[in-house]
T-cell receptor, first 111, second 115 residues
Framework: QQQVKQSPQSLIVQKGGISIINCAYENTAFDYFPWYQQFPGKGPALLIA?????SEKKEGRFTISFNKSAKQFSLHIMDSQPGDSATYFC??????????FGAGTRLTVKP | DTGVSQDPRHKITKRGQNVTFRCDPI?????LYWYRQTLGQGPEFLTYFQNEAQLEKSRLLSDRFSAERPKGSFSTLEIQRTEQGDSAMYLCASSFPGTRTDTQYFGPGTRLTVL
């Protein structure tokens, strides 16, 4: 079912550093690309999302970069904090029907 | 709390038993989704409803699984004759399509353990 490939599987970053997670998709019909943050035992929480008509979206310390021609998008977390330690999922959907998720990236931010 | 709620949060059952989970979406949301998440993986789509109509079902949704949303509000997901492979987190999400920011908002999930 997976149509979204995510990397890396795990990431360790020092406090204050930049965390970068990458995703690639196959289906050009996808029109909405959210990122979710998930803590152990909790449901995924929407972090930030982008549509393919823009190349970048920034909300606070979180930025999505989107490359439509390459069918790739990435999440940048600036000034990473220990509280950002969680699993991050990229996702993609068409008309907000079934959402296809990446396999996840476990981020650890060391103090 | 106006978010998506799910009940129960945890369910332990023996193989062969039937289980039912409930999801209450955000009140104005007319779409409701069910996903399954196994350890270390991203959520996988199972099915979704628009109001009371079930519009799409994944191949993952075998004939032992059935979902309903009888009045277009809450939904139930039933698994009959549970198997150990059904052990997973079952997530519910809701959305309000047709808006620029329609997004699927997830509940806390129901963790199922089949012994």
């Amino acid at each position: 079912q997976q149509q979204v490939k995510q990397s890396p599987q795990s990431l360790i970053v020092q406090k204050g550093g930049i965390s970068i997670i990458n995703c690639a998709y196959e289906n050009t019909a996808f029109d909405y690309f959210p990122w979710y943050q998930q803590f152990p035992g909790k449901g995924p929480a929407l972090l930030i999302a982008i549509r393919p008509d823009v190349s970048e979206k920034k909300e606070g310390r979180f930025t999505i970069s989107f490359n439509k021609s390459a069918k790739q998008f990435s999440l940048h977390i600036m000034d990473s904090q220990p509280g950002d330690s969680a699993t991050y999922f990229c996702a993609a959907t068409h008309n907000n029907n079934d959402m296809r998720f990446g396999a996840g990236t476990r981020l650890t931010v060391k103090p | 709390d106006t978010g998506v709620s799910q009940d129960p949060r945890h369910k332990i059952t023996k193989r062969g038993q039937n289980v039912t989970f409930r999801c209450d979406p955000i009140s104005e949301h007319n779409r409701l989704y069910w996903y399954r998440q196994t350890l270390g993986q991203g959520p996988e789509f199972l099915t979704y409803f628009q109001n009371e109509a079930q519009l799409e079902k994944s191949r993952l949704l075998s004939d032992r699984f059935s979902a309903e949303r009888p009045k277009g509000s809450f939904s139930t997901l039933e698994i009959q004759r549970t198997e150990q492979g059904d052990s997973a987190m079952y997530l519910c999400a809701s959305s309000f399509p047709g808006t620029r920011t329609d997004t699927q908002y997830f509940g806390p999930g129901t963790r199922l353990t089949v012994l």
